[in-house]
């Protein structure tokens, strides 16, 4: 080793909550409000809080090392649309696979016990699922998503297109999109907008402010207009559809 090279041991790092928060805020530069939680939904989320930033981070980051911890900083303060994240991707994917394999059993049967149908006539959810989440979410987000059983599950009054249920005890949640749009009619950056608009929810969740639930807050329709084709998304909708409505 060159005179003068700093020596660093790959000791294993347990980090707490405030031990966490005070390195990334030290990394970032930047006042931090951090949770730790359970919710394999999103095992990483970033939102922004007045002058604070709110960052949620599953637990299984209380072991990462110092590479995960600095590309955490670096998600925090840089998340263009395109920037790549392949140490959290890894860490994410080495760590992840078990509790995405048991949360995601749980979930199918608090949905009606009933298996998960993301192959449809025209369009593939998985597909669409898996490409956005590389996309725009770093591949970070844990959750379910089907084919409606039929349209008569929504409100066919109001011609709800997709939908995101939370789970109750901390574990991923499901998208549900209408099977309404299983068309060929329907543009497949159509059915990317949908379904990217129901992972912002398991995303980002419902935001309180100044005592009140928003679950469309400005930050949720910030990253909204993020989607590649966006405008050419609402072009469509606004053209297509009448009565139709996203929740």
Excluded at 31 to 36: E, M, R, W
Excluded at 210 to 219: D, K, L, P, V, Y
Aim: hydrophobic share 30%.
């Amino acid at each position: 080793m060159a005179a003068g090279e700093d020596l660093q041991y790959c000791l294993p790092i347990e980090w707490d909550e405030k031990s966490l928060g005070e390195r990334l805020e030290a990394l970032t530069g930047r006042p931090l409000s951090i949770s730790i939680t359970s919710n394999s939904v999103s095992v990483l989320s970033v939102t922004r809080d007045g002058e604070r930033t709110r960052l949620r981070l599953h637990r299984i980051f209380l072991k990462s090392g110092p590479d995960v911890i600095r590309e955490i900083a670096r998600f925090i303060k840089n998340r263009k649309k395109g920037e790549r994240f392949p140490i959290l991707r890894r860490y994410i994917r080495a760590n992840g696979r078990q509790i995405e394999k048991a949360e995601l059993g749980r979930t199918t049967e608090r949905a009606g016990r009933f298996l998960p149908k993301t192959e449809g006539k025209f369009h593939d959810l998985s597909c669409t699922y898996g490409s956005l989440n590389r996309e725009y979410f770093s591949g970070r987000l844990i959750c379910g998503i089907t084919w409606g059983r039929s349209p008569r599950e929504y409100a066919v009054k109001k011609r709800t297109l997709g939908s995101y249920s939370p789970s109750r005890n901390g574990g991923p949640g499901l998208i549900r999109i209408n099977p309404i749009l299983d068309r060929k009619s329907v543009p497949s950056y159509y059915i990317r907008f949908v379904v990217y608009h129901e992972m912002l929810h398991a995303d980002i969740g419902t935001i309180k402010k100044n005592g009140r639930r928003s679950i469309h807050s400005a930050e949720f329709k910030r990253r909204e207009r993020l989607f590649q084709e966006y405008e050419k998304a609402i072009a469509w909708e606004a053209y297509e559809r009448r009565g139709c409505k996203m929740r």
